[in-house]
């Protein structure tokens, strides 16, 4: 806050006083906490149902995360479960290549598993 109020006054003057969007200074905190974070894909017949393809966006949204916690959060670890019939972890590297099958939705055994991960 002590910086951008002297950023306004270098802009400014003394005599003007006002604050403006161009003089505020924002720093971002690099935090030393570490997260661990697990997630969970559905890879059941739902996921295409209706000739509506839910799973690219799915795979798009994870690979986006995993890139930000490597790039911003590199203390941070990253779990990716799949789920269907049954629930079991993949590497990211097999990220891009996972399909949907012909399962069923069973969100407790992800459940199950992402807690003992």
Same mark, same amino acid.
Do not use: C
């Given at each position: ?6 950023? $306004? ?6 005599? %003007? ?6 003089? &505020?200074?924002? $720093? ?6 570490? #997260?661990? #974070? !697990? ?5 059941? =017949?739902?996921?295409? +149902? /209706?000739?509506? %393809? ?6 798009? !949204? $994870? ?10 959060? @590199? ?10 019939? %049954?629930?079991?972890?993949?590497? &990211?590297?097999? &990220? @891009? /290549?996972?399909?949907?099958? @012909?399962? =069923?939705?069973? #969100? !407790? $055994?992800?459940?199950? +598993?992402?807690?003992?991960?």
């Amino acid at each position: 806050m002590i910086e951008s109020i002297k950023q $306004a006054q270098i802009n400014n003057g003394f005599d %003007d006083f006002k604050l403006t969007e161009n003089d &505020l200074l924002v $720093a971002e905190r690099e935090y030393k906490s570490q #997260t661990s #974070t !697990v997630l969970m894909i559905d890879i059941s =017949h739902s996921m295409i +149902l /209706y000739g509506e %393809d839910r799973i690219t966006p799915a795979k798009m !949204v $994870a690979m986006a995360m995993a890139e930000m916690i490597k790039r911003k959060y @590199p203390k941070d670890s990253l779990e990716i479960i799949v789920f269907g019939n %049954d629930a079991w972890p993949i590497k &990211l590297k097999d &990220l @891009p /290549y996972l399909q949907v099958g @012909p399962f =069923h939705t069973n #969100t !407790v $055994a992800g459940l199950e +598993l992402a807690m003992s991960i």
